[in-house]
């Protein structure tokens, strides 16, 4: 499978371009995210670089293309230990006012495939309101994250919830959580 993902994403590239027809669009985004779930390096490399040009650089990213870009570039930056992009996007995430921008960021935080950042970022759901800024909806969406991406998250997960269920339970308004 490994060769077939690299010729099809040699045939039609990585990268988003205007006028190409959405066919080629949606597979892209088929074969990055099975590729980079896959684990091939390729694609996580790929991801992680346009992660870090987009953190460091500014360098606008593909809209079609956010959500794996995030997912996938945390997931490569977990693998080398490098804490600080997962930091950066949670900060870019309290920073904005657009709805559809942060649930991005938040469903892709759960990529990051290390048990202890995770688990420190479900603790932030149990921080003092107003300290971090989250919306109502979007405490369980940071579990539901958390939990769905990679196997650090369900540990993570088990972990927090065998803490701070009471806490979760009520921030979420899910009475029956776990």
């Excluded at 039609?12 to 597979?27: H, P």
């Excluded at 991801?47 to 990213?61: E, I, P, R």
């Excluded at 990529?111 to 919306?135: F, G, H, K, P, Q």
Aim: aromatic share 12%.
């Amino acid at each position: 499978m490994h060769e077939v993902s690299v010729q099809y994403m040699e045939t039609i590239g990585f990268d988003d371009l205007d006028d190409e027809l959405l066919i080629n669009k949606f597979s892209r985004l088929q074969m990055i995210d099975f590729s980079c779930r896959m684990n091939f390096d390729e694609c996580l490399s790929k991801m992680n670089a346009q992660l870090v040009s987009y953190l460091d650089d500014g360098v606008k990213l593909p809209v079609n293309l956010e959500a794996s870009i995030f997912c996938y570039g945390l997931m490569a930056s977990a693998s080398v230990n490098e804490l600080k992009y997962f930091t950066q996007i949670w900060l870019e995430m309290q920073g904005s006012q657009d709805t559809e921008y942060r649930l991005k960021i938040i469903d892709a935080m759960g990529c990051y495939a290390d048990e202890n950042a995770l688990y420190d970022y479900m603790e932030t759901i149990t921080a003092v309101e107003n300290s971090v800024r989250y919306r109502q909806y979007e405490y369980i969406e940071v579990l539901q994250s958390a939990y769905s991406k990679t196997r650090e998250g369900i540990g993570a997960v088990i972990r927090f919830l065998t803490r701070y269920s009471g806490t979760a339970a009520t921030r979420t308004r899910t009475p029956n959580l776990i």
